[in-house]
């Protein structure tokens, strides 16, 4: 397979994420390794085709945000925002993910594999998250559809104000926000479940998990709710 | 007079603080126990534009022949670092509002006016719908903090986009769209579960400060390849430094809309009793570009209230480089009007406004999705009541009036390029007003604040 480099230290940002957008001609599924990402922001943004892109080293914010088709992998840690509004393909970090993880994804499959903090899957919209570690406050926000599975624990307020999505949480659950509950796993949550763990690489139990979902107690408006809206 | 029964009083004394509008209120919120929620915007008197008159030319300042010298109103928008600046007729736009909030024709209407008359529209919370891309020319794509239907394959479809911190209607609150509204088609585009009364979230989900927003601005620079301008939507509060934020965040366009702005829906209180009024803030928001060497670099568009020509100039002429246009638009379109079109006849509409507990005039009741002229309404019969053909006519005519108003009134005072006006051209009839839009009092020399 064809492998391409850029070593941002030489290569302005601009000009990688530009050149990337336009590569639509040559073999779309060759390997694109950045070298030196040394934190920076915006790396892999708006890719739209399947390309392998390698970051070998720490991303800052929203790197592979709004995601189609291509299969990134961070090889360090991500910033705020990594695969925002993700639409398909898949995002890997090696690392940990900090604020927001795959915030408002419609599609794709995002892998942390140490832990994300708050908000990870805010606004979820149809994407897949699995997490090898734990989540911080606020997980799942508002989050309309899409699975997130929590290897490790999940922090405060998880699935505040929840729609469709569903969460999947393996160890200690702080607190649910509002209108979250935890049900009884079904046998299409242990598919699903085992599913995301193959996918990801991870081996846990389907078994552990408990399944965090809408009570929907908050789908229509509601005069004895009080503060919960 | 006889003593034998009491004396007739001359006069009912109504209470200043409990008059009937404020009973009505407390009646409503005993019965309920939920706050009330409507759409539209603020209904109560404001210093407002009306308080500006402007000096047309005379012997010191020499007018334009009215009818026959050329009057510019080309609006250029978004030179500071997109590629692609936006290059608008006039410098009166259309604002955001959804599909959801209208129906698929009237999103369709607003795109064919407003690419008639050379000038954009905008899309709303809950995405882009072909109707509205197909027609419009120039199309501004909102990235909210919802983010409901927004995708970057419509962002790269989008001549520009605009960040929506918050709006003049509702600064610091969430958007919301009642089950009615929430069709198969608007469930789907958002990502929802049809007819539930849908909460958008107030903070956007990946950032949380200008600081954010300033590599949040670069992310959206970079999907598109630096070509669209971005334009940042901020409600009328603390103008001076949200537009000093804005600009340090990198927007190309910064929108500041005042507490006139509409809503498809929200809380009343929210509506009457948050941000300041445009007039306020137009002062604000051009002091602090001019501050910070911004004027002319950063382009200012001002929305909430806007409604005549003579409110287009007056936001000109205090330094805005565009106005955006909501409610005036719905207006436009037949909104409060006691009767519809559909068929080639009129038909009265007093019934179906009745049934909504409202008649026409007094309608604000957009988030019911009943309109009864077919506007704000997802129902497959009320919205056949607008088509297309028959909005866009109506709307293409008031933006013509309003840019017809707009150059005469430059044209009076002396002015080539409606660009060209200025604050030396208007005084304020009121002491609020002059203190607001720091003009002089008409007849003095005297701005509140400012001295002698």
């Avoid at chain 2, 986009?161 to 918050?166: K, L, N």
Wanted: with cysteine; glycine share 12%.
């Amino acid at each position: 397979m064809d492998s391409l480099s850029f070593d941002l230290r030489t290569t302005p940002l601009r000009e990688m994420n530009a050149f990337l957008h336009r590569h639509t001609d040559a073999d779309p599924t060759r390997e694109i390794a950045v070298l030196n990402p040394d934190g920076a922001h915006n790396i892999a943004v708006g890719l739209d085709v399947p390309l392998h892109v390698d970051i070998r080293g720490h991303a800052g914010y929203y790197a592979a945000g709004m995601n189609k088709l291509a299969h990134v992998t961070i090889h360090g840690n991500a910033g705020t925002g990594v695969a925002e509004n993700m639409m398909s393909g898949v995002v890997r970090v090696k690392g940990f993910a900090s604020n927001s993880a795959g915030a408002s994804a419609h599609g794709g499959l995002l892998i942390v594999d140490g832990d994300a903090s708050l908000r990870c899957g805010i606004s979820l919209k149809g994407g897949d998250i699995v997490v090898g570690g734990s989540v911080g406050s606020f997980s799942g926000f508002m989050a309309q559809a899409g699975r997130m599975v929590v290897c490790g624990d999940a922090g405060e307020a998880l699935g505040d104000s929840l729609y469709e999505a569903v969460i999947y949480v393996r160890g200690k659950i702080r607190s649910l926000g509002a209108d979250a509950q935890i049900e009884p796993m079904q046998e299409t949550d242990f598919q699903a479940v085992s599913e995301l763990l193959a996918q990801a690489g991870l081996n846990f139990d389907p078994e552990e998990f408990k399944r965090v979902a809408s009570a929907r107690q908050l789908y229509h408006w509601n005069a004895d709710a009080n503060q919960e809206y | 007079m006889n003593p034998t029964q009491p004396p007739t009083r001359l006069s009912h004394e109504e209470s200043w603080g409990y008059d009937r509008k404020i009973m009505d209120y407390i009646h409503n919120a005993a019965a309920h126990g939920l706050y009330e929620i409507r759409g539209l915007g603020a209904k109560r008197p404001l210093p407002h534009f009306d308080d500006l008159v402007f000096l047309g030319a005379s012997l010191s300042r020499y007018p334009l022949e009215g009818y026959r010298e050329k009057c510019v109103t080309t609006t250029v928008l978004g030179t500071r670092f997109a590629k692609k600046p936006i290059e608008l007729a006039i410098p009166i736009t259309i604002a955001g509002m959804s599909f959801g909030s209208l129906s698929a024709n009237v999103k369709e209407a607003l795109g064919r006016a407003a690419s008639e008359m050379g000038t954009s529209t905008t899309t709303g919370d809950g995405g882009m719908t072909p109707e509205e891309r197909q027609s419009s020319k120039t199309l501004v794509y909102q990235c909210l903090p919802s983010r409901y239907g927004f995708n970057p394959d419509d962002a790269r479809k989008a001549d520009a986009i605009e960040v929506v911190i918050g709006q003049g209607a509702k600064p610091g609150g969430g958007g919301m769209l009642l089950g009615q509204k929430i069709s198969p088609r608007v469930a789907q585009m958002r990502t929802l579960p049809e007819g539930i009364d849908q909460r958008s979230a107030c903070r956007h989900p990946d950032w949380t400060g200008p600081d954010d927003l300033a590599i949040k601005i670069q992310e959206l620079r970079e999907l598109t390849d630096w070509e669209k301008p971005i334009y940042v939507k901020v409600g009328a509060t603390r103008v001076s430094h949200d537009v000093k934020l804005a600009v340090h965040s990198g927007a190309d366009v910064i929108v500041v809309d005042g507490m006139q702005g509409g809503t498809a829906a929200t809380q009343t209180v929210f509506i009457e009793h948050v941000g300041i009024p445009t007039l306020a803030a137009v002062r604000q928001a051009v002091d602090a570009l001019e501050q910070l060497d911004m004027k002319g670099k950063v382009q200012l568009i001002v929305s909430g209230g806007i409604r005549t020509g003579a409110d287009v100039a007056k936001a000109l002429a205090l330094g805005a480089d565009a106005v955006s246009i909501g409610q005036g638009v719905l207006f436009a379109l037949g909104c409060n009007h006691e009767m519809y079109f559909q068929n080639g006849a009129h038909h009265a509409a007093a019934e179906d406004y009745a049934r909504i507990g409202t008649a026409p005039g007094y309608c604000h009741h957009c988030h019911t999705g009943f309109c009864p002229v077919g506007i704000t309404t997802q129902d497959p019969v009320l919205e056949q009541r607008l088509s297309p053909e028959v909005g866009a006519k109506h709307l293409r005519n008031y933006l013509k009036t309003l840019n017809m108003e707009l150059t005469t009134l430059a044209r009076a005072c002396g002015k080539q390029n409606v660009h060209h006006l200025e604050p030396e051209d208007l005084v304020a009839l009121t002491v609020e007003a002059a203190a607001m839009a720091r003009v002089p009092l008409a007849g003095t020399n005297w701005i509140p604040g400012h001295g002698l």
